[in-house]
């Protein structure tokens, strides 16, 4: 499956962005996507993950009850809400999908798509 991230942009803290994750090749019902973030000179972390059915989340402590993720098996779509934005959020986000677990470890997940870049500023 290929994965594309998109939405990413600039805003000031409290405010909102919609990242989008587009897939192409592969049923993305059959697999389950995490978003991760990566801050210059920052290791990648987990952001959050949703399973097949979309009825299952985990999410980071940093963003639990900021973020949200969903997922539209209709159009193979993923989502990563993410309201009251702090500087600290910023970062270039990705999205990725395995077949397997929903995990916060990044070696758990098979395909990974481009970033997209959001900005924050206080």
């Known amino acids: 499956v290929q994965l594309q991230a998109s939405g990413g942009g600039s805003v000031q803290a409290g405010g909102s962005l919609r990242l989008s994750c587009t897939a192409s090749g592969r049923r993305f019902s059959a697999f389950i996507v995490g978003w991760f973030r990566q801050a210059p000179g920052k290791e990648r972390e987990f952001v959050g993950a949703?399973?097949?059915?979309?009825?299952?989340?985990e999410y980071a402590v940093s963003v639990k009850g900021r973020f949200t993720v969903s997922r539209d098996k209709t159009n193979n779509m993923a989502y990563l809400q993410m309201n009251n934005l702090r500087p600290e959020d910023a970062a270039v986000y990705y999205c990725?999908?395995?077949?397997?677990?929903?995990?916060?470890?990044?070696?758990?997940?098979?395909?990974w798509g481009q970033g997209t870049l959001v900005t924050v500023s206080s």
């Open positions: 990725a999908a395995n077949r397997e677990i929903i995990s916060t470890r990044l070696q758990d997940y098979d395909y």
């Open positions: 949703i399973n097949r059915s979309g009825g299952q989340t």
